[in-house]
């Protein structure tokens, strides 16, 4: 471990609202703490980057950290680099070796998803509604989240569809940790109603909602500007899964969306359920851990 508390504080916020247990760092962590598995080439740099760079007290302590950080480094040496998992957007905030893989749910080197704890299955544990039951197409609740690569994607789905009766979004006003219960419950019945829902990228490229919606029993619809940040594109068809679509593509969805029959529809949550397991914090980890020693 680092010799510094200030890399293992605790998260001050809890979102999304359905997290309840670790955020994906903490459980890769305990993981890597608890089954000590054989790690070997690459050494993992343990920290909970997330909990400390969303803190209002960070950029007073980012030398401090910087200084134990190094000391670990000079520790803990290692002749095939290190590696790291990040959740935040920004991915770490401090200086690492350049021979460090980056595991990354919305920037880095290597996409993993976006994914939380919820022990409580809140979302899994809610009524699927089959494709026949469904009541809309398509639809997005959720804000207009700036990013620094253009176009921004959010901004270009709302002009570009809010006048379209079959793709029904909501703007929620502007992004909070705190998100209450009325939009909560919004959020979960409108995607239950919906064949297919926007997950588009927000400021960072990842998107809880894209796991969220399989969850919920809709088929998600990822956009993205610059790179498309899926995980485990080697293994995983993401054809037969979903719909992936650059923004610059946003023309052709609804008739692309139209065009998915239901045959086509079931096939993907049948696919779903074989690779859902890589979408679960177990099950990314341990693809980690066989990606560092392949």
Same mark, same amino acid.
């Given at each position: 471990?680092?010799?510094?508390?200030?890399?293992?504080? =605790?998260?001050?916020? /809890?979102? +999304? +609202?359905?997290?309840?247990?670790?955020? !994906?760092?903490?459980?890769?962590?305990?993981?890597?703490?608890?089954?000590?598995?054989?790690?070997?080439?690459?050494?993992?740099?343990?920290?909970?980057? /997330?909990?400390?760079?969303?803190?209002?007290?960070?950029?007073?302590?980012?030398?401090?950290?910087?200084?134990?950080?190094?000391?670990? *480094?000079?520790?803990?040496? #290692? $002749?095939?680099?290190?590696? @790291? %998992?990040?959740?935040?957007?920004?991915?770490? &905030?401090?200086?690492?070796?350049?021979?460090?893989?980056?595991?990354?749910?919305?920037?880095?080197?290597?996409?993993?998803?976006?994914?939380?704890?919820?022990?409580?299955?809140?979302?899994?544990?809610?009524?699927?509604?089959?494709?026949?039951?469904? @009541?809309?197409?398509?639809?997005?609740?959720?804000?207009? /989240?700036?990013?620094? %690569?253009?176009?921004?994607? &959010?901004?270009?789905?709302?002009?570009? *569809?809010?006048?379209? +009766?079959?793709?029904?979004?909501?703007?929620?006003?502007?992004? @909070? +940790?705190?998100?209450? @219960?009325?939009?909560? =419950?919004?959020?979960?019945? !409108?995607?239950? =109603?919906?064949?297919?829902?926007?997950?588009?990228?927000?400021?960072?490229?990842?998107?809880?909602?894209?796991?969220?919606? *399989?969850?919920?029993?809709?088929?998600?619809?990822? %956009?993205?500007?610059?790179? $498309?940040?899926?995980?485990?594109?080697?293994?995983?068809?993401?054809?037969?899964?979903?719909?992936?679509?650059? %923004?610059? $593509?946003?023309?052709?969805?609804?008739?692309?969306?139209?065009?998915?029959?239901?045959? /086509?529809?079931?096939?993907?949550?049948?696919?779903?359920?074989?690779?859902?397991?890589?979408?679960?914090?177990?099950?990314?980890? #341990?693809?980690?851990?066989?990606?560092?020693?392949?």
């Amino acid at each position: 471990m680092i010799d510094s508390e200030l890399f293992y504080c =605790k998260n001050p916020d /809890t979102y +999304p +609202p359905f997290k309840n247990g670790f955020y !994906m760092e903490e459980y890769f962590l305990k993981k890597i703490q608890i089954e000590n598995p054989v790690l070997s080439k690459r050494k993992y740099i343990p920290a909970l980057w /997330t909990n400390f760079q969303v803190s209002s007290w960070f950029s007073n302590k980012i030398e401090e950290m910087q200084n134990s950080l190094d000391q670990w *480094f000079k520790e803990n040496p #290692s $002749e095939y680099g290190y590696f @790291t %998992v990040v959740q935040h957007d920004d991915g770490p &905030r401090l200086k690492l070796p350049q021979n460090t893989v980056i595991y990354g749910a919305c920037c880095g080197m290597v996409p993993i998803p976006l994914i939380y704890q919820d022990i409580d299955n809140t979302l899994n544990r809610l009524k699927k509604i089959p494709f026949q039951e469904k @009541t809309m197409l398509c639809s997005f609740v959720g804000n207009i /989240t700036a990013n620094s %690569v253009q176009p921004n994607v &959010r901004e270009t789905i709302f002009k570009k *569809f809010k006048q379209n +009766p079959k793709i029904v979004l909501y703007d929620s006003g502007g992004w @909070t +940790p705190q998100v209450n @219960t009325g939009l909560q =419950k919004l959020f979960i019945d !409108m995607t239950q =109603k919906s064949k297919f829902a926007l997950a588009p990228r927000g400021y960072g490229r990842g998107s809880f909602r894209f796991y969220e919606c *399989f969850q919920l029993g809709t088929i998600p619809i990822y %956009v993205w500007n610059d790179f $498309e940040w899926l995980p485990y594109m080697d293994i995983i068809d993401y054809e037969r899964l979903c719909i992936s679509i650059h %923004v610059s $593509e946003l023309d052709h969805l609804e008739l692309l969306l139209e065009s998915i029959t239901e045959q /086509t529809y079931n096939e993907m949550f049948e696919y779903y359920e074989e690779i859902k397991h890589l979408f679960e914090l177990d099950g990314m980890s #341990s693809e980690i851990i066989r990606h560092v020693n392949y």
